[in-house]
């Protein structure tokens, strides 16, 4: 089963509105990625962070690896209503082959 | 090609019926994966090959279920005798190494009915 708590579920936000949402867990990731998967798509890498502590930015996404490496957080600054989707994270373990993934949060974008 | 590569993208079954799943990754990437996703869940991991050896199996719901990268390229997942739970969308993913950023097909989507 998925080891990723993955909050807000979802969001409903204006356009023009900042988002954040953010993974914890009770385990320690070394990789922590984001992706985005729209409807009938497969997912799509966003942000991938390898450090604890490393904050990456992608246009106006920002993704941060948290300290202790339990936890990471994405950001979307002034959003856009091409940002409406299914964000996931993802995290990935020395001693496990898979990723392991969040169940999600679902973004709408109101114009 | 560019991206990882999934046919068919739809597939509909009846039940007790096999069917075929192929994946084309990315060319010269070692490390490919397999994922079960459920309608409004995240994808779950089923197995993972580096090149062609099946280095963990331990997602695969039952033994009906079977994957193989004979080649250690194109991939195929195999579901025997389908049953109504198979149905979800079965997505392939493709990365240099098994820990760096893995790149994901568009998906089939299986329907058992």
């Known amino acids: 089963g998925q080891q990723l708590n993955q909050s807000p579920q979802s969001m409903f936000i204006q356009e023009g509105e900042d988002v954040s949402m953010n993974c914890t867990s009770s385990s320690i990731f070394n990789t922590w990625l984001w992706y985005k998967q729209d409807p009938g798509e497969g997912p799509v890498l966003l942000i991938a962070?390898?450090?604890?502590?490393e904050l990456t930015s992608n246009g106006r996404l920002t993704a941060q690896f948290g300290i202790t490496r339990k936890d990471s957080f994405l950001n979307i600054s002034a959003s856009i209503p091409s940002d409406v989707g299914i964000y996931f994270c993802a995290g990935h373990q020395y001693n496990n082959n898979d990723m392991r993934f969040g169940a999600g949060t679902r973004l709408t974008v109101k114009p | 090609g560019a991206g990882v590569s999934q046919s068919p993208r739809y597939k509909v079954a009846k039940r007790g019926q096999d069917v075929a799943l192929r994946c084309d990754p990315i060319s010269g990437h070692v490390s490919l994966f397999w994922y079960q996703q459920a309608l409004g869940q995240g994808p779950e991991f089923l197995t993972y090959?580096?090149?062609?050896?099946?280095?963990?199996k331990s997602g695969l719901p039952s033994d009906r279920f079977f994957a193989e990268r004979p080649e250690g390229s194109v991939s195929t997942l195999k579901i025997q005798r389908t049953q109504q739970e198979d149905s979800a969308v079965y997505l392939c993913?493709?990365?240099?190494?098994?820990?760096?950023?893995?790149?994901f097909g568009q998906g089939t989507r299986l329907t058992v009915v």
């Open positions: 962070l390898y450090k604890a502590g």
């Open positions: 090959f580096q090149n062609e050896a099946q280095l963990d």
């Open positions: 993913a493709s990365s240099l190494d098994r820990s760096t950023e893995a790149f």
